[in-house]
C-alpha cells in the first residue's frame, strides 16, 4: 500500500500553503494547551458526564449556523476576514472563561454558543484555504502534513498544560493555561495577515443552489453521507480522551504526557501518507482505519483499564490519521469538478457541516441515552457499535479509477 517504488511525484508546497501550516500551528498549539483540557475543567467543575454531553450538543447544534453565517460572510468579504474573525473570536471566547472562573457554570450553553460560532468562523476559512493553498496533485501531501502539523503541536502542548496544572494546583492551573492558549491565539491572527490570496471572482452566496448540486452529483452526495458517518466516532473523541485517560490515571500532568504520547504516535501515522500515500488508494486508507477503530473499541469490553484505554487511543489516533486525510483528499477532489469550477468551494463546506454535526449529536445522544457516566455496561457497546459503522464510509466512497 506504501510501497516507495510507487511513490508518485508531488510537487512543492506554495508559499501560502507553509504559511497556513504555521498559523494553524500556532492557533492549534493554542488549542492543546487551552482547549484540549477545558472538557477536563467542566468535569473538574461539575463531576458530571451529562454536562460535559450537553455541552457538545449545543456546541455542535450551533456550529452549522455559524458556518452558514461564515460562508456568507466569507463569499461578501473574503475567506481571509472570516478566518480572522474566528480567531479573534476564540481569543474572546478563552477571555471570557478566564473572567468568569466558576461561575462560567452559570452560562454554560451560552459559552458552547459562543465558541461553536468562533470556531465555525474559523473552520469557515481555514477548510476554504485548505482548498486554496493546494490542488489535486499535492493535496493529499499537503492535508497530511496539516494533520502532522496538528499532531506535532499536540507533542507540546498537552504535556506543557498538564505539568502547569499539576505544578499551580487546582483551577488556577487550568487558567494559567487559559491564558497562555489566549495569547497564542492573538499571534495567529497576528501573522494571519501574511496571507496573499485571489479575491472571490462571484460575491453572491449560492447556498440556495448546493440542493440542486447534490441531487444531480451522486458522488458528492455520498460524499457528504461519509462525513455523516466519519462524524459519529469523531464526534465522542472530541472531548473523551482526556476523560477517559483522567479515569485511569488520575492526574492532569499524566494525561498531558499520553496525550504527547498519541500526538507522536498521529504525526508519524501522517509522515507515512505525507510521503506514500495517493488518491488511487482513498478507499483501502478508510477501509483499513476502519478496521483499527473497531478493533480498539473493542478492547474496552473488558472494562476501563490503563491498557485497554491507553491502546484504544492508539489505535483511534492511528486510524483517524488514514480515515480523516483520506476522506479530506477525496472531498475537496469532488469540490473542484463542481460547476464554476471552485468558485462553489466555501458553499460545499457549508453543505457538509449539517451532517458533520447531526452525527456528532447523534452519537452523543446515544451515548447520553445508554451509557450515562463511563464505567456504564453499554459505554463500550456504544463505542463499538460507531466504530463498526465506518466501514460504510468505503460505500460512500468511490474510487479514482472509477470517477
Known sequence: MFSPANKPFVPALAKNAKLSLLVHGIFQLGSSLSGVFLSLYLWRLTESFRISCMYQIVFFAMAPFGFALGGMLAKKYGVLSVY???I?????????????QERMLDYVYGFAWFQAVAQSFYLTGYLTLMFDVSDDSNRVRYLSLNYMTITSVNLVGPAAAGWIITEIGGLEGYRMIFLLGFALFTVAAGLSFLFKLRPNRRKTFYAG????????????AKSLWSFFIFSLLAGIMMFLPQLLLYA????????????MGFALVGVLSSLTMSRYGNSVSM????????????????????????WSVLVFLCCYTVGNALQGSALNAHYYKLINGLPLRGELRIEAIVAREPLVNLGRIVAIGAM????????????P???????????????????SKAE
Open 84 to 86: 480572522r474573525m474566528g
Open 88 to 100: 479573534g473570536g476564540t481569543v474572546l471566547f478563552f477571555l471570557a472563561v478566564i473572567l468568569a
Open 209 to 220: 443552489h448546493m440542493a440542486a448540486v447534490i441531487r444531480k452529483n451522486r458522488p458528492f
Open 248 to 259: 485511569v490515571l488520575g492526574q492532569e500532568d499524566l494525561v498531558g504526557y499520553y496525550t
Open 283 to 306: 478507499r483501502t486508507y478508510i477501509l483499513a482505519g476502519s478496521f483499527i477503530f473497531l478493533l480498539g473499541a473493542s478492547l474496552l469490553f473488558g472494562g476501563l483499564s490503563n
Open 368 to 379: 447520553l441515552v445508554f451509557a450515562e457516566d463511563m464505567h456504564a455496561r453499554l459505554f
Open 381 to 399: 457497546l456504544v463505542l463499538v457499535l460507531v466504530s463498526a459503522m465506518q466501514f460504510a464510509s468505503v460505500w460512500f466512497v468511490k474510487s
